[in-house]
């Protein structure tokens, strides 16, 4: 599956990650709050990555940029599909969904 996304949108997502450092649970602070229990493993709080600065966050989206050809290239005679996540989250994750479960009763 691609997922297609502008850099802008891809940087927001990136800067908004929230995770669980206990069972690695990672979701967003437009879904779940910054210091809320985890709601897969109760264990630990939800915190920022440390390192999500917006300079690395451009270096590490510029890096994709660079390697996307290689990777298309390298699984292009598998069978592929291409979304576009320019959406809300929450299209976003009820079309990921439908495509999850499209795949598992085909």
């Not at 709601?39 to 940029?65: F, G, V, W």
Request: with cysteine.
């Amino acid at each position: 599956l691609i997922l297609d996304a502008p850099t802008c949108v891809c940087r927001e997502r990136m800067m908004n990650r929230l995770a669980c450092w206990a069972c690695g649970y990672t979701t967003s602070n437009q879904v779940d709050t910054l210091g809320s229990s985890c709601p897969r493993c109760h264990t630990s709080k939800l915190a920022t990555r440390m390192q999500e600065t917006e300079n690395l966050i451009d270096t590490r989206l510029k890096h994709y940029k660079e390697i996307e050809p290689e990777v298309l290239e390298a699984f292009a005679d598998f069978p592929h599909g291409r979304y576009d996540t320019h959406r809300s989250l929450e299209e976003c994750y009820t079309h990921y969904l439908d495509l999850i479960q499209s795949w598992k009763n085909p």
